[in-house]
């Protein structure tokens, strides 16, 4: 039975090489977790959301399958 929760290995290649689609499925994915990190007081900071998608989609980019 395949975990719906986890991201297909596929879509991770995809992103990994710079495909936008890809990354903006990982991006989704994530979303929930990115906005209840970005609250400041009890609201959704945009600076913080956006600071934190940059630095997963660097993250996604600097990925490297061969270590």
Partial sequence: ??????????VIEKAVAGEP????????????????????????????QEGLKAQLIKAILQFRFDR
Wanted: proline share 3%; charged share 30%.
């Fill in 21 to 48: 689609e890809a990354i903006g499925i990982v991006l989704k994915h994530y979303s929930l977790r990115i906005k209840y990190l970005s609250k400041y007081q009890g609201h959704i900071n945009d600076d913080i």
């Fill in 1 to 10: 039975m395949r975990n719906k929760k986890l991201i297909p290995f596929e």
